[in-house]
């Protein structure tokens, strides 16, 4: 047994994003495992089963570790997991083995700003023993920022509660966006820009949402666009986490058009499901989408070649065979693959 502190400003369900989730199911495995786990996280002050939490009011990702010093000084664990960089020098300054994992996809390109969090980054992957990245593509554009290459750590999947669907669908073809709608870098915009030529081959598809406000990407079609696409979305909201796996099983095809996308948890799932995806070829999820028989990797930022790309996905879908396809290749994610990788780089964290 190993004593551990995860340590992230925000927690699921209450911030419902990769890295919350991210964090949510590592602690479960990780529990699951025998290991004493406590999460270090943000909110009304207080201690529950398996959490501390050290903020009254909504915490900064910035300053998070002066909240999380004191209490590394007062409490010794095992490893200290840090998921944002003033955690990771809080537990460095503390003298605890650490482990940071760096959650978004920065690079010269895409620098934290202002100048000051890059230099935050910079130095907390240069402080720990264990630097991470959730993809390779996140810890090549991480080294070129920071001068050291971390390991790659990706998130995990309990892909035993996503189980694929039985046959291939029938009925009107579906795409389900399952990121948070309002959220730029997700591209929603691209995708609603995308559809009429879609629905030029699809005239009965429908495009579900999975959380969000779409508003601001319909404001930014053209006019004739919007009205061409508006009556055949459905606005889901984001659900609780048991609907998820029913919603990736009744969707034809998943799409996530994001640019600078670390890893996909999404995909993973929807794959899992046995629901075929398309991705931009842009940060981690082309590692996720490495197969053609389990969907589409196409430009990114293009809306004629994520057409393109979500007809043909929609195509493959047709093929019984798929789903199962699908969910193998998502299997190489599930936690009892990855969650050793984790204690492994606890192991080296501690050497």
């Known amino acids: 047994m190993v004593r551990i502190a995860l340590i992230h400003p925000y927690s699921w ?5 990769g890295g919350e989730r991210y964090v949510h199911d590592l602690q479960r495995w990780l529990t699951g495992r025998g290991h004493d786990v406590t999460l270090v996280t943000g909110g009304e002050p207080g201690h529950e089963a398996g959490q501390v939490r050290l903020a009254s009011r909504e915490p900064a990702l910035d300053t998070f570790g002066a909240s999380v010093l004191p209490h590394l000084l007062r409490h010794r664990y095992d490893v200290v997991h840090a998921m944002v960089p003033s955690a990771a020098l809080a537990a460095t300054t503390a003298l605890q083995p650490a482990v940071y994992t760096v959650l978004g996809h ?11 969090r890059r230099q935050l980054l910079v130095r907390a992957v240069r ?4 630097p991470q990245a959730l993809s390779a593509s996140a810890a090549d554009a991480t080294q070129a920022l920071t001068g050291r290459r971390p390991g ?14 039985a046959a291939a669908p029938s009925g009107p073809p579906t795409l389900l966006f399952n990121g948070f709608a309002s959220d ?13 030529a879609v629905l030029g081959q699809h005239p009965d598809l429908r495009l579900r949402l999975g959380g969000g406000d779409p508003q601001p990407a319909l404001d930014a079609l053209a006019p004739g666009v919007r009205r061409e696409v508006e009556p055949v979305l459905d606005d889901l909201g984001p659900g609780r986490l048991e609907d998820l796996p029913s919603r990736y099983r009744e969707a034809t095809v998943s799409v996530l058009p994001s640019v600078d996308e670390a890893f996909g948890l999404v995909l993973v799932e929807s794959l899992a499901s046995g629901t075929p995806v398309v991705c931009s070829r842009s940060g981690g999820m082309p590692e996720i989408v490495d ?3 389990v969907g589409r990797v196409v430009a990114p930022d293009d809306a004629e070649a994520l057409a393109r790309g979500v007809c043909d996905a929609l195509q493959l879908a047709s093929d019984p065979a798929t789903a199962a396809r699908c969910a193998v290749h998502a299997s190489r994610w599930d936690w009892d693959n990855l969650g050793p990788l984790h204690e492994a780089a606890y192991a080296r964290a501690r050497a």
């Open 13 to 17: 369900p209450a911030v419902r994003r």
């Open 127 to 130: 402080a720990v023993r264990a």
């Open 291 to 293: 197969d053609p028989a």
């Open 106 to 116: 920065p690079s010269p390109t895409n620098p934290p700003r202002p100048a000051w």
């Open 184 to 196: 730029p870098r997700k591209r929603l915009s691209l995708l609603l820009e995308a559809l009429p």
């Open 152 to 165: 790659v750590l990706s998130p995990g999947v309990f892909t035993s509660e996503f189980p694929p669907r």
